[in-house]
């Protein structure tokens, strides 16, 4: 069997830093060398990782690939592409397409999509209803990645409002429910609010989408999530954390002793209200960017452990679609070509160290969700890796986006870390600015 030997990187895993190198046969991680150990046989090729940084591979356990049904703003064949050239070789798609993702029939028929088209790994999440929590104990649980929960409106309006049927969701599964907390009655008020504010506009601002999806929305909706959860016993894993408030809802215990587990976004991590004025609805997203505070919060959340991971919530809509303020531009934006070297320049920034981006990016998604060996760089685990080389200067330029939607807010913007090399379960699918196309992903596995 062909053998894959990556030389002289320094291998970033499970909280420490190492120069060594790493075999890859037959899909997976063969030999871990540190400490001088030698090869127990010759490799075939050998890639000189001297200068670059060698971390497992990021699973973003939050994208919106649009397909089937939105396919004119993304596919999985084109997010996924985007998803190699940043390192990413998991994703966990949503539900909200069209049709929407909340029948055994549509769900089997994503995945079909997915080992069609998708060029990294891949599972799919099942969408909840107010009325199609009979089906959860139908769902192959070592196949399915979850149940997406939206405790709160956005794209596909899969909103689940009544209490009866929250109490059946959180007490009819023991799968990871992953929640979307904004409260609607709350956002409905104030959207009432800022109308009688703007009399006689057809529009608002962008800069009162956070007033309108408010602190207080995003508060109430996730303490109930967490207080159902408490009162089932429930697994629930809360998405896109906002707000430096509902902070207080979360534990810095270990996270194999968590049953409630939450999520920062690539966005609340970078963007505050000062960054309206600059991007406007290019960081329209749900729930909103909001106060410098709560991005500071968010930040030291991630290195208290009071958040456990970070994703993107990859949500691709055309810049004609972005068109409008608070309540007629659609909310979300592609970040998954650009989330893990966003994360890698507050590295260098010092907000984070660069063990613990690969903690929350690579290993926690892996242990939240109970995937099957991948994650971590370890002996016997599918070789998915990414080679990244620090000081190497590039700017983000329309030609260099990948995502089919065709812009990004990080537009202009330079980074000097780059990604270099991206394997999927030991095949390269990005080089040099180059995806093969030609390669398709593995379904992922869950153990419970």
Same mark, same amino acid.
């Given at each position: 069997?062909?053998?894959?030997?990556?030389?002289?990187?320094?291998?970033?895993?499970? *909280?420490?830093?190492?120069? *060594?190198?790493?075999?890859?046969?037959?899909?997976?991680?063969? %030999?871990?060398?540190?400490?001088?150990?030698?090869?127990?046989?010759?490799?075939?090729?050998?890639?000189?990782?001297?200068?670059?940084?060698?971390?497992? *591979?990021?699973?973003?356990?939050?994208?919106?690939?649009?397909?089937?049904?939105?396919?004119?703003?993304?596919?999985?064949?084109?997010?996924?592409?985007?998803?190699?050239?940043?390192?990413?070789?998991?994703?966990?798609?949503?539900?909200?397409?069209?049709?929407?993702?909340?029948?055994?029939?549509?769900? @089997?028929?994503?995945?079909?999509?997915?080992?069609?088209?998708?060029?990294?790994?891949?599972?799919?999440?099942?969408?909840?209803?107010?009325?199609?929590?009979?089906?959860?104990?139908?769902?192959?649980?070592?196949?399915?990645?979850?149940?997406?929960?939206?405790?709160?409106?956005?794209?596909?309006?899969?909103?689940?409002?009544?209490?009866?049927?929250?109490?059946?969701?959180? @007490?009819?599964?023991?799968?990871?429910?992953?929640?979307?907390?904004?409260?609607?009655?709350?956002?409905? %008020?104030?959207?009432?609010?800022?109308?009688?504010?703007?009399?006689?506009?057809?529009?608002?601002?962008?800069?009162?989408?956070? @007033?309108?999806?408010?602190?207080?929305?995003?508060?109430?909706?996730?303490?109930?999530?967490?207080?159902?959860?408490?009162?089932?016993?429930?697994?629930?894993?809360?998405?896109?954390?906002?707000?430096?408030?509902?902070?207080?809802?979360?534990?810095?215990?270990?996270?194999? %002793?968590?049953?409630?587990?939450?999520?920062?976004?690539?966005?609340?991590?970078?963007?505050?209200?000062?960054?309206?004025?600059?991007?406007?609805?290019?960081?329209?997203?749900?729930?909103?960017?909001?106060?410098?505070?709560?991005?500071?919060?968010?930040?030291?959340?991630?290195?208290?452990?009071?958040?456990?991971?970070?994703?993107?919530?990859?949500?691709?809509?055309?810049?004609? %679609?972005?068109?409008?303020?608070?309540?007629?531009?659609?909310?979300?934006?592609?970040?998954?070509?650009?989330?893990?070297?966003?994360?890698?320049?507050?590295?260098?920034?010092?907000?984070?160290?660069?063990?613990?981006?690969?903690?929350?990016?690579?290993?926690?998604?892996?242990?939240?969700?109970?995937?099957?060996?991948?994650?971590?760089?370890?002996?016997?685990?599918?070789?998915?890796?990414?080679?990244?080389?620090?000081?190497?200067?590039?700017?983000?330029?329309?030609?260099?986006?990948?995502?089919?939607?065709?812009?990004?807010?990080?537009?202009?913007?330079?980074? @000097?870390?780059?990604?270099?090399?991206?394997?999927?379960?030991?095949?390269?699918?990005?080089?040099?600015?180059?995806?093969?196309?030609?390669?398709?992903?593995?379904?992922?596995?869950?153990?419970?």
């Amino acid at each position: 069997m062909r053998r894959t030997l990556i030389h002289n990187a320094m291998i970033v895993n499970e *909280g420490q830093s190492i120069q *060594g190198s790493v075999v890859i046969e037959d899909g997976r991680i063969a %030999e871990i060398l540190t400490n001088w150990k030698p090869l127990s046989a010759p490799c075939d090729e050998t890639i000189d990782a001297t200068g670059c940084y060698l971390l497992p *591979g990021v699973i973003d356990e939050h994208v919106h690939f649009r397909d089937p049904g939105l396919i004119y703003k993304a596919d999985i064949l084109t997010e996924s592409r985007a998803a190699a050239a940043g390192g990413v070789t998991s994703v966990m798609d949503m539900p909200n397409t069209t049709p929407l993702t909340i029948t055994l029939d549509g769900l @089997n028929a994503k995945f079909d999509l997915m080992n069609e088209k998708c060029i990294v790994n891949h599972s799919c999440y099942f969408g909840a209803t107010n009325t199609n929590y009979t089906q959860f104990d139908q769902l192959d649980r070592h196949r399915v990645c979850g149940i997406k929960l939206f405790m709160g409106s956005s794209t596909g309006n899969m909103l689940v409002d009544k209490m009866n049927s929250l109490l059946r969701i959180f @007490n009819g599964t023991d799968m990871l429910i992953a929640a979307h907390c904004e409260d609607q009655e709350i956002i409905q %008020e104030n959207i009432e609010k800022y109308k009688k504010k703007y009399e006689g506009a057809d529009d608002l601002p962008v800069k009162e989408h956070p @007033n309108i999806r408010s602190i207080a929305a995003c508060y109430k909706s996730s303490e109930l999530a967490v207080r159902l959860a408490q009162i089932a016993g429930a697994r629930l894993h809360l998405l896109h954390v906002s707000t430096a408030k509902e902070l207080k809802l979360f534990s810095d215990e270990p996270l194999s %002793e968590k049953k409630i587990t939450s999520e920062a976004c690539v966005a609340h991590l970078l963007y505050t209200l000062s960054d309206y004025s600059r991007l406007g609805t290019k960081i329209k997203c749900n729930p909103a960017v909001k106060r410098k505070t709560d991005r500071d919060a968010l930040r030291d959340a991630v290195n208290s452990g009071l958040i456990d991971a970070i994703a993107t919530d990859h949500a691709p809509h055309l810049l004609s %679609e972005k068109k409008g303020g608070a309540l007629k531009a659609t909310s979300g934006m592609p970040m998954i070509q650009f989330s893990l070297v966003s994360m890698l320049e507050l590295v260098d920034e010092e907000v984070f160290t660069l063990e613990t981006v690969v903690e929350k990016m690579c290993h926690a998604p892996a242990q939240i969700y109970g995937i099957r060996n991948r994650g971590y760089i370890r002996e016997g685990y599918q070789a998915d890796l990414v080679l990244v080389r620090p000081q190497t200067p590039w700017e983000v330029t329309k030609d260099k986006i990948l995502s089919k939607c065709g812009w990004s807010p990080l537009e202009g913007h330079t980074f @000097n870390w780059k990604v270099e090399k991206t394997f999927a379960n030991g095949h390269l699918i990005y080089h040099d600015g180059e995806v093969d196309d030609t390669y398709r992903g593995e379904e992922l596995r869950f153990d419970y």
